[in-house]
């Protein structure tokens, strides 16, 4: 009896485990770019992002381009559940160079949104 109340114990502490750090791994595709600064040497961006649904926060985020421009961010949910605030963050700093001039934003389509382009003429970031 007592053998079958640990085993219990266990699998429910696994499932409580799982659902509480689980839904931080999972991809956020409903973040849209609420501000930006850029640095004055021009070497990052910060970010402040926000989500459209009322389910979740972002806690942090993956560039996806794969060492090749333009970068590709995908960004992730909290820590806490499906509406889990732990370690959420809404701002975000991105290392940029000289040959950066697109970011991206991954959606649930499978397919990328445009939020910020470089300006050729003025060299200034700007939204499309």
């Known amino acids: 009896m007592k053998k079958r109340v640990a085993v219990l114990a266990v699998l429910v502490l696994c499932v409580a485990g799982f659902y509480l750090v689980g839904?931080?791994?999972l991809e956020m595709e409903s973040v849209y770019l609420v501000d930006y600064s850029v640095s004055e040497d021009g070497t990052g961006i910060t970010m402040q992002v926000g989500c459209s649904t009322s389910m979740g926060y972002t806690r942090g985020f993956q560039d996806k381009g794969g060492g090749v421009k333009p970068h590709?961010?995908?960004?992730?949910?909290a820590f806490g559940g499906p509406n889990g605030s732990i370690g959420a963050n809404s701002e975000f700093k991105l290392q940029l160079d000289e040959t950066d001039r697109e970011i991206y934003f991954?959606?649930?389509d499978g397919g990328c949104e445009l939020v910020l382009q470089k300006n050729e003429a003025t060299g200034q970031w700007e939204r499309p």
């Open 23 to 25: 839904f931080g791994f």
């Open 106 to 108: 991954n959606r649930s």
């Open 72 to 77: 590709y961010l995908n960004f992730y949910r």
